[in-house]
């Protein structure tokens, strides 16, 4: 079946511009989290969405990043006045659900290409 | 808050040879302990997890042991090939949020020469 897709692949914007990133979580998925990859990092954790709602945004960075998922499927990832720090691949995942009692069953997160982001 | 250390790449090793990559993490609760890779042009794909203390994850002659006392989760392999060439990462959950978010390493590049 079909995987995670993100839009667009790569992203070119100059300092100062708004961007918007997609991602098409696997049909069925409830959870959807956002992360971002800086070159020669691992992934660093934004937000994630249970249904429609935000479960947890302590990971963004300041004001000018905003995710929605009005619908609770596809999400976008939203950043006002880029900066040059923003460069980096954001990373799109979904699973199952979230949630349940410790020692619980492990819902796997299956990952997006992601969307290279270049701020010049 | 919680954290993933794992060591630093890249490692280069001749086709057959011995992998162990080492992975240590803090944290308050009790983790979920995972190994992700990332091959090239591909997105990260969850290689291996293990839930509780002595649990070994294992997939593709990879395997890992979940080490409370040493807080470790090294991976191993006992035969490397060329095609285990990728980047992997160490991550870890929260056991008491299943299913939320994962705390990564910073990722061990692995090349496999033939």
């Known amino acids: 079946g079909a995987g995670v897709s993100q839009t667009p692949s790569n992203k070119v914007t100059e300092k100062g511009k708004y961007v918007e990133l997609r991602c098409d979580p696997i049909s069925g998925h409830t959870a959807l989290y956002w992360y971002r990859q800086s070159l020669g990092q691992g992934p660093e954790f934004l937000i994630y969405?249970?249904?429609?709602?935000?479960?947890?945004d302590s990971g963004l960075p300041n004001d000018r990043f905003f995710a929605v998922r009005p619908e609770g499927s596809v999400s976008t990832l939203k950043i006002q006045r880029t900066e040059r720090g923003d460069s980096a691949v954001y990373l799109c995942?979904?699973?199952?659900?979230?949630?349940?009692?410790?020692?619980?069953?492990?819902?796997?997160?299956?990952f997006g290409p992601g969307t290279r982001l270049t701020v010049l | 808050g919680d954290s993933v250390t794992q060591m630093e790449g890249p490692v280069t090793l001749s086709e057959e040879a011995f992998l162990t990559i080492n992975c240590t993490y803090t944290a308050t609760g009790y983790p979920s302990l995972f190994w992700y890779v990332q091959y090239p042009g591909e997105g990260l794909q969850l290689l291996l997890k293990?839930?509780?203390?002595?649990d070994k994850g294992s997939n593709k002659g990879f395997e890992a042991t979940y080490r409370k006392e040493t807080t470790s989760f090294h991976l191993e392999k006992g035969s490397v090939q060329v095609s285990d060439s990728a980047v992997y990462f160490c991550?870890?959950?929260?056991?008491?949020?299943?299913?939320?978010?994962?705390?990564f390493g910073q990722g061990t590049e692995l090349s496999v020469k033939p």
């Open positions: 969405f249970q249904g429609t709602g935000a479960a947890d």
């Open positions: 995942a979904s699973s199952l659900s979230f949630g349940g009692l410790a020692g619980g069953p492990y819902n796997e997160q299956f």
């Open positions: 293990a839930t509780k203390a002595d």
């Open positions: 991550a870890l959950s929260d056991r008491d949020n299943q299913g939320g978010k994962l705390i």
